[in-house]
């Protein structure tokens, strides 16, 4: 008898509870056959679920729990082999060293794939446009001609080319652009003009109108958009970030866009979240600031993220490699 549990957050959006029903939904679309109980706890109110338990899905902030055994892992949970994480980043709880040998831990890459490419495509319009500033004029209630080009032909560098950067980038060359990608291993991607590798970040953001940032945060990826990198920029040139806040460095970031070094800015992520009403960012011009849900689909997050986890589930019944498995090395 295999034993999965589920563990949710009673304060979480609706897009991220996980509930018995969408469970019971997603079992019938992954027909696991017989040998399968699961469960679906709420706030680590029970954790009877530790002592049999193979597999669990959950969130981060349910592993950060002080109620949560991460330290003794291994002892309280002496049966569990595979952790889900229902989100694609997982820097709240590196280094993994905590993380017992025999367990693998995934996460959701791929889930935000659909979602992530209309936001990008509604960001760079909307950038090229520049309405943030015709936003700011309308507040005004002032009248001012803003012409702009059309995005085609115009270059975007994707910064962390992987399921969402993708995304980006195949959204990217349905208008037209031309997409340069950089990741740590640059080899071709099927939506890429061209790759660089991240020691080539100055010299591709040179060439790009406008930059989307969507690489996970690591050692070697903190404050990546510094401003010296944010110098090396295309003046006027525009910037989304749907990654993690700490690649950017947000007060160079403000100060370029006061200073009209760039013409606009979309951030979806921020640290802390929520932003505290006190942020300076909510008073810099020219930023659209979207609170963390640029690629959390309201109807299919759920249900897709549950048919992935009951496919890893299948997986790891048969021995098989589970998909999204995150590198302890890399953390993603």
């Known amino acids: ?26 079992a019938k679309r992954a027909k696991p ?50 952790i889900h994480i229902i989100g694609a980043g997982i820097e709240p709880l590196l280094p993994l060293a905590w993380l017992p040998k025999q367990v693998t831990l995934t996460n959701n890459s791929g889930v935000h794939v659909q979602k992530t490419g209309e936001f990008a495509t509604m960001a760079l319009l909307a950038l090229c446009y520049r309405l943030p500033e015709m936003i700011a004029n309308q507040q005004q209630a002032k009248w001012r001609h803003i012409f702009t080009p059309s995005i085609a032909g115009k270059t975007l560098l994707v910064v962390g080319l992987g399921e969402m950067g993708g995304a980006a980038a195949k959204s990217a060359k349905k208008l037209g652009m031309k997409v340069l990608g950089m990741r740590r291993n640059p080899r071709p991607h099927r939506y890429a003009d061209a790759m660089l590798p991240l020691t080539q970040l100055h010299k591709g953001l040179a060439q790009a109108d406008f930059i989307l940032v969507a690489t ?37 970031l403000g ?71 995150v590198n302890p090395a890399t953390g993603y």
């Not at 295999?2 to 609706?14: I, M």
């Not at 404050?223 to 090396?232: E, G, K, P």
Request: charged letters at 25%; glycine letters at 8%.
């Open 33 to 82: 056959g017989r040998g399968l109980r699961w469960g679906v706890g709420e706030d680590l109110r029970d954790l009877s679920w530790l002592a049999t338990a193979e597999g669990l899905v959950t969130g981060n902030d349910v592993i950060t729990d002080p109620a949560f055994p991460k330290a003794r892992l291994a002892e309280a949970a002496p049966k569990l082999r595979w």
């Open 216 to 252: 996970p945060l690591t050692p070697a990826t903190a404050h990546l958009i510094d401003a010296r990198a944010i110098a090396a920029m295309k003046t006027g040139a525009g910037l989304v970030n749907v990654g993690r806040a700490g690649v950017i460095d947000y007060d160079a």
């Open 255 to 325: 100060a370029a866009l006061r200073g009209g070094k760039l013409s606009g800015a979309v951030l979806d992520v921020f640290d802390p979240e929520p932003l505290p009403a006190a942020s300076p960012l909510w008073k810099v011009p020219n930023l659209i600031i979207t609170p963390h849900c640029s690629s959390d689909d309201l109807d299919h997050y759920l249900p897709m993220t549950l048919d992935l986890a009951f496919d890893n589930l299948a997986r790891l019944r048969a021995g098989r490699k589970l998909k999204n498995a």
């Open 1 to 26: 008898m295999t034993h999965l549990h589920f563990e949710t957050r009673a304060d979480k959006p609706s897009v991220f509870r996980i509930t018995p029903e969408l469970v019971q939904a997603a």
